[in-house]
């Protein structure tokens, strides 16, 4: 066997390449610039979100706790993805190790499954305080957020623990570049020289159940809302409701419609183009969509921003 031979099936034990989203553009700098730009205002949105939830007493309600936690993800998930993107792109460098390729598809896949439990629980949170107010002190007290919430975590974490160690003992014989700007799972397969067709009915199926479980939640949630407020027959309860239900749906309809075509269409469907784009939705995009819409439309949170500024313009 020659060396040429040798390294050809043992791919997965050397670097890949990332072939990243600025080859596809036709103006990488601004790209980057603007990526730059969208990463620190998703850094600075969230944190501002969530140190707003954690001083402000009136703030310290479930609904917000779960807002906070998830700032924290999207803060997270940005994290795994965009800042090796960039360092990348300035650096001149497109590599990235064995090791830390398995490392960001664990930690990504592990926030990605944590936040499609945590939509479900804020719809949760949602449906008891609108239809069975009396009961939602002692339906949503903070022991039950905090076990949702670390369900949530937990549940994330299983995703990350089953996918990512079957994923990176396939041999990679094939090429080692990777067409996209991080190590996700479908465009990891295509490198592959073994069948993997059994593995990716497996991640299939296990994908149908994180998305399915969370959609019938929300769903179900969301019916109850309306139905609850369409009994009171009150303008302001439709007004409210619908702005809660439009805000959560905003969301849902951004980053599950994203995930639903990466992990449950056809490769068929799928182009390196296609893919990358469909990425940007919920890697970059939402994270930093999420804190504007949680916040610009809600009259506490704006509130407390306008207290917590005027306290700092009195202290200067």
């Not at 360092?87 to 497109?94: A, E, F, L, R, T």
């Not at 975590?153 to 570049?177: H, I, N």
Request: proline share 4%.
């Amino acid at each position: 066997m020659d060396n040429t031979t040798w390294v050809t099936n043992n791919t997965k034990w050397s670097d890949f390449i990332l072939v990243g989203l600025f080859s596809q553009s036709k103006h990488p700098v601004l790209l980057c610039v603007v990526i730059f730009v969208v990463f620190l205002m998703t850094l600075f949105g969230n944190t501002i979100l969530i140190l707003l939830v954690y001083s402000q007493a009136h703030l310290h309600t479930p609904m917000y706790f779960f807002i906070s936690q998830l700032s924290l993800m999207d803060m997270m998930h940005i994290s795994v993805t965009v800042p090796k993107m960039l360092m990348d792109k300035v650096m001149g460098v497109n590599k990235i190790s064995a090791p830390e390729c398995g490392m960001q598809m664990f930690l990504y896949l592990s926030l990605v499954g944590s936040e499609f439990f945590l939509l479900a629980a804020m719809a949760y949170d949602r449906y008891v305080a609108i239809c069975h107010p009396l009961h939602y002190p002692i339906l949503m007290n903070h022991k039950v957020c905090l076990l949702l919430v670390s369900g949530c975590w937990f549940l994330g974490s299983v995703d990350g623990f089953m996918l990512t160690p079957v994923t990176m003992t396939f041999p990679f014989c094939r090429s080692q570049e990777i067409n996209h700007f991080f190590c996700e799972v479908p465009a990891l397969m295509k490198l592959s020289c073994s069948d993997t067709s059994l593995y990716e009915m497996l991640m299939y199926l296990c994908c149908v159940l994180m998305l399915l479980i969370p959609v019938i939640v929300i769903s179900s949630s969301s019916t109850f809302i309306l139905l609850t407020i369409h009994r009171m027959n009150s303008a302001e309860g439709w007004k409210k409701a619908l702005n809660t239900c439009s805000s959560h749906m905003m969301v849902i309809t951004l980053y599950y419609g994203a995930s639903i075509y990466t992990y449950m269409f056809p490769s068929s469907y799928h182009t390196p183009e296609k893919d990358m784009v469909v990425s940007v939705f919920y890697t970059i995009i939402t994270p930093v969509l999420n804190p504007l819409i949680y916040s610009i439309r809600n009259k506490d949170v704006t509130g407390a921003l306008k207290k917590m500024l005027s306290v700092g313009s009195v202290f200067q």
